[in-house]
Protein backbone atom coordinates (compact mmCIF):
# COMPACT_ATOMS: atom_id res chain seq x y z
CA UNK A 1 0.00 0.00 0.00
CA UNK A 2 0.95 3.46 -1.09
CA UNK A 3 0.83 6.60 1.48
CA UNK A 4 0.07 9.77 -0.20
CA UNK A 5 3.10 12.33 0.18
CA UNK A 6 0.76 14.75 2.23
CA UNK A 7 0.56 11.53 4.71
CA UNK A 8 3.65 10.92 4.84
CA UNK A 9 5.14 14.88 5.24
CA UNK A 10 2.31 14.21 8.18
CA UNK A 11 3.97 11.09 9.29
CA UNK A 12 7.59 12.90 9.35
CA UNK A 13 6.37 16.39 11.04
CA UNK A 14 4.79 14.37 13.83
CA UNK A 15 8.03 12.37 14.25
CA UNK A 16 9.81 15.31 14.54
CA UNK A 17 8.44 16.62 16.90
CA UNK A 18 7.49 13.60 19.23
CA UNK A 19 11.75 13.28 18.69
CA UNK A 20 12.48 16.41 20.04
CA UNK A 21 14.22 17.30 17.07
CA UNK A 22 11.97 19.82 16.71
CA UNK A 23 13.63 22.33 18.77
CA UNK A 24 16.44 22.44 15.69
CA UNK A 25 13.61 24.31 13.48
CA UNK A 26 12.15 26.33 16.21
CA UNK A 27 11.62 29.87 15.45
CA UNK A 28 11.95 30.67 19.52
CA UNK A 29 15.01 33.29 20.03
CA UNK A 30 17.62 31.13 21.58
CA UNK A 31 21.17 31.72 20.70
CA UNK A 32 23.73 29.30 20.93
CA UNK A 33 27.34 30.07 21.69
CA UNK A 34 28.32 26.71 22.68
CA UNK A 35 27.71 23.28 21.31
CA UNK A 36 24.01 22.70 20.02
CA UNK A 37 23.84 19.72 18.38
CA UNK A 38 24.13 17.35 21.31
CA UNK A 39 21.69 19.13 23.78
CA UNK A 40 18.66 16.95 24.62
CA UNK A 41 15.39 18.12 22.12
CA UNK A 42 13.68 18.31 25.89
CA UNK A 43 15.97 21.08 26.97
CA UNK A 44 15.77 22.72 23.74
CA UNK A 45 11.87 23.06 23.85
CA UNK A 46 12.36 24.46 27.64
CA UNK A 47 14.59 27.07 25.92
CA UNK A 48 12.32 27.73 23.42
CA UNK A 49 9.41 28.07 25.98
CA UNK A 50 11.64 30.23 28.16
CA UNK A 51 12.47 32.51 24.81
CA UNK A 52 8.86 32.29 24.00
CA UNK A 53 7.91 34.05 27.97
CA UNK A 54 11.34 36.42 28.51
CA UNK A 55 12.86 37.15 25.40
CA UNK A 56 16.13 36.66 23.91
CA UNK A 57 17.85 33.85 25.31
CA UNK A 58 22.11 33.07 24.79
CA UNK A 59 23.16 29.38 25.97
CA UNK A 60 27.01 29.90 27.34
CA UNK A 61 27.65 26.53 28.04
CA UNK A 62 26.35 22.89 26.86
CA UNK A 63 29.05 20.36 26.59
CA UNK A 64 32.26 20.40 28.49
CA UNK A 65 35.31 18.68 28.68
CA UNK A 66 36.89 17.78 31.98
CA UNK A 67 39.14 20.22 32.48
CA UNK A 68 37.28 22.79 31.20
CA UNK A 69 34.76 21.81 33.85
CA UNK A 70 37.61 21.30 36.43
CA UNK A 71 38.40 25.03 35.70
CA UNK A 72 34.74 26.83 35.69
CA UNK A 73 34.39 25.12 39.16
CA UNK A 74 31.62 22.25 37.98
CA UNK A 75 31.03 19.32 40.18
CA UNK A 76 32.94 15.84 39.21
CA UNK A 77 29.72 14.61 38.16
CA UNK A 78 28.49 17.45 36.32
CA UNK A 79 25.60 16.96 33.67
CA UNK A 80 27.70 19.44 31.54
CA UNK A 81 30.31 16.63 30.78
CA UNK A 82 28.01 14.29 28.63
CA UNK A 83 26.01 17.31 27.14
CA UNK A 84 22.69 17.16 29.24
CA UNK A 85 23.51 20.40 31.03
CA UNK A 86 23.11 24.40 29.47
CA UNK A 87 23.60 27.03 30.97
CA UNK A 88 22.34 30.20 29.59
CA UNK A 89 21.28 34.20 30.34
CA UNK A 90 17.75 35.93 29.74
CA UNK A 91 16.10 38.85 31.23
CA UNK A 92 13.37 38.87 33.08
CA UNK A 93 12.73 38.56 37.13
CA UNK A 94 15.02 35.78 38.51
CA UNK A 95 12.44 35.16 40.65
CA UNK A 96 10.05 34.61 38.15
CA UNK A 97 12.22 32.65 35.59
CA UNK A 98 13.38 30.31 38.49
CA UNK A 99 9.65 29.80 39.26
CA UNK A 100 8.83 29.18 35.75
CA UNK A 101 12.24 26.79 35.08
CA UNK A 102 11.09 25.17 37.87
CA UNK A 103 7.61 24.33 36.67
CA UNK A 104 9.11 22.59 33.58
CA UNK A 105 8.83 18.48 33.96
CA UNK A 106 11.80 18.54 31.61
CA UNK A 107 14.36 20.56 33.88
CA UNK A 108 15.85 18.14 36.62
CA UNK A 109 18.40 20.40 38.42
CA UNK A 110 17.90 24.39 37.99
CA UNK A 111 19.74 27.44 39.37
CA UNK A 112 20.24 30.75 39.06
CA UNK A 113 24.27 32.17 39.67
CA UNK A 114 24.11 36.01 39.32
CA UNK A 115 23.24 39.02 36.20
CA UNK A 116 20.91 36.25 34.80
CA UNK A 117 22.67 33.34 34.35
CA UNK A 118 20.97 30.23 34.42
CA UNK A 119 21.39 25.99 34.34
CA UNK A 120 19.30 23.79 33.48
CA UNK A 121 19.66 19.76 33.14
CA UNK A 122 18.21 16.76 32.78
CA UNK A 123 19.24 14.61 36.14
CA UNK A 124 16.96 14.68 39.29
CA UNK A 125 14.65 16.90 40.53
CA UNK A 126 17.12 19.09 42.78
CA UNK A 127 18.75 22.58 43.16
CA UNK A 128 21.93 23.68 44.87
Partial sequence: MRLPVRNLA???????????????????????HDTRWCVPGKLKRVLNRVAD????????????????????GGASSSYHLSCDAVDFKV???PNSVIAYLKSQKDVG?????????????????RTW
Fill in 10 to 32: CILAASLLLSGCAGWFSSSDVAY
Fill in 53 to 72: RYGHVTVTSTNRWWLENWWK
Fill in 91 to 93: RGD
Fill in 109 to 125: GYKYYRAGHYHIDIGPR
